[in-house]
C-alpha cells in the first residue's frame, strides 16, 4: 500500500477519534429529548436509586427533566410540590395519566415521599396534616 494512503487512514481515525471523545466529554443528554420507552426506563432507573431528604425539588428538574405531571399546594408556610414521572406504559392513547407514573413528593424543596402514581390521591393525607 502506499504510504500517502496509509497515513491519509491513520489521520480519518485519528479526527474521528478525537470527534467521539468531544461528544462524549461535552454532550449534555437530556431526558426531555429521549424516546418515550428510553426515557421511562431512565425514570425507573434513576428513581430507583434516589433516598428520601436527600434529594431536591432542583435536583430532580436537573436529572429528570421537567415532570409529565406536576401538582402544587401552599399551607401555611410549608409549600407542597408532587411532580409524576412517567414509569410503565399502561395504554397507548397518547395522554399519560397517573396510574403510568410515579410520584415525588417534595416539601419546602425536599423529597419526603416517592410511590406509584396511582395510589396518590389517599397521600394528600400528608399535606393535611401539615395544617
Known sequence: MNKKLIFRIILALAAYGFFVMLIVTFYVGSPDQMKWNDREEY???FIA??????FTFEHA???LGSPDITEAKQIKDDRFQVMF???QHVKSDGITTQDECTF???INGVLKEIGLGDNY???WGIIESHQ
Do not use: V
Not at 436509586?49 to 436527600?54: D, G, R, Y
Open 104 to 106: 415525588l413528593l417534595f
Open 43 to 45: 425514570n425507573r432507573q
Open 49 to 54: 436509586k434516589i433516598q428520601l431528604n436527600q
Open 61 to 63: 428538574l436537573e436529572k
Open 85 to 87: 414521572y412517567r414509569t
Open 121 to 123: 390521591p389517599d397521600n
